[in-house]
């Protein structure tokens, strides 16, 4: 064999095993978006080359199958087949993959954590082989636990994952039906996805909807139905993922950063000094029981909720206006728990009426000295 023929069969070898390394396990990919990710890498070649491989290889791999029942054709790894690891996992990543399947599944929607299972059984498989028995227990000591109340996640169409990762991947538009929350009809968009984010269970998608320049931020449980569309997505040159989420995106924000001033318990600001709100935060001693807290954090309702979750170990100085929001909110908790259900259900409506008092609580004396 020539120089030029042992080079040929050299990038065919190269180009057969990175498209068998494309095609995923759980959904399914074109041959049009191989060849874009090819074209990429360096390696051109027409889709219609690239159909005709993966038929071919097929036949070697019998695992691997076309979906033909929509147009462009699909291919996807059967659920069933065995992964192609290049090199073998080592024991530290199948520890690595059996550790996120332990907390990973109380969070990831059903098909996020289906796209990954092959992964988890592999990694278990390695685990029960290795000869290194103390590594193989490893994840049987390590345990973490939800700081608060831990919900269930909301169920997501298997379908409109596809659609989603496959647009984010690919950076292009998808459109879909949309349904906000309480809202008795669908909207359709085009949209422009940016990034995603799991909060609390719960996949968000951060993008631009309908041709605007805002950034925004939708819940994939609510999509009904999603298309990928052909459009490159606008993706803007000073959008960051992480600075989106530093300045409050994917929360229910209100307004731009406040600072922060509030009289702490002890016992509760001891959670404040091993872990902060913010860099920015300073404590110093109060009086003999308190602490003042200072802080530059996001205005959001996560915000007012953790406040509301210590009860009277925290009271809120300023701004004004949040004190004022929490003691109504506390007002209106006193006036609930103060009648009984069954005068609620009689008379609904009253607590709603109900209004708190006018000023706040008064300030605590600085001790001098």
């Known amino acids: 064999m020539n120089d030029k023929n042992r080079r040929k069969l050299s990038e065919t070898i190269v180009r057969y095993l990175r498209m068998l ?7 399914r990919i074109d041959a049009g978006t191989i060849e874009r990710q090819l074209a990429d890498e360096g390696i051109v070649i027409h889709r219609r080359s690239i159909q005709r491989d993966l038929e071919l290889l097929s036949v070697a791999f019998p695992g691997l199958t076309c979906d033909n029942s929509t147009k462009p054709y699909g291919w996807t790894w059967m659920s069933s087949a065995p992964l192609m690891e290049l090199p073998p996992m080592g024991l530290a990543t199948a520890v690595t993959l059996e550790l996120m399947r332990a907390y990973a599944a109380p969070v990831l929607p059903r098909a996020t954590f289906k796209t990954l299972q092959p992964y988890f059984d592999r990694a278990r498989a390695s685990l029960q082989r290795s000869p290194n028995v103390r590594m193989a227990r490893w994840p049987r000591k390590v345990k973490v636990l939800p700081r608060g109340l831990e919900l269930l996640p909301p169920s997501v169409s298997d379908a409109v994952l596809e659609v989603v990762y496959a647009a984010l991947l690919e950076e292009r538009q998808f459109h879909m039906r949309y349904r906000k929350r309480g809202a008795a009809h669908d909207t359709e968009y085009d949209v422009d996805p940016l990034g995603l984010v799991v909060r609390g269970g719960v996949l968000v998608l951060v993008c631009l909807l309908g041709g605007e320049d805002q950034v925004k931020q939708i819940n994939l449980h609510r999509i009904k139905d999603a298309q990928l569309l052909d459009t490159r997505a ?3 040159t000073t959008f960051r993922l992480e600075a989106h989420l530093h300045d409050g995106g994917v929360s229910f924000k209100l307004g731009k950063p406040i600072r922060l ?7 509760a ?7 902060p709100l913010d860099r920015t935060q300073q404590i110093t001693e109060w009086d003999d029981d308190n602490d003042l807290v200072e802080v530059t954090v996001p205005d959001t309702l996560e915000l007012r909720g953790w406040i509301a979750s210590y009860g009277p170990l925290i009271e809120v100085l300023e701004p ?3 004190r004022d929001e929490m003691a109504r909110a506390a007002h209106a908790m006193v006036a609930r728990y103060a009648s009984s259900p069954s005068r609620r259900v009689a008379g609904r409506g009253a607590l709603r009426k109900t209004r708190p008092p006018t000023e706040a609580a008064q300030r605590p004396r600085k001790r001098s000295g």
Do not use: F, N, S, Y
């Open 320 to 322: 004004k206006a949040l």
């Open 21 to 27: 390394q494309m095609v995923p396990q759980g959904r």
């Open 269 to 275: 600001a001891i959670t404040l000094h091993e872990t």
């Open 261 to 267: 001033r509030m009289i702490v318990d002890r016992r």
């Open 234 to 236: 606008r993706i803007p």
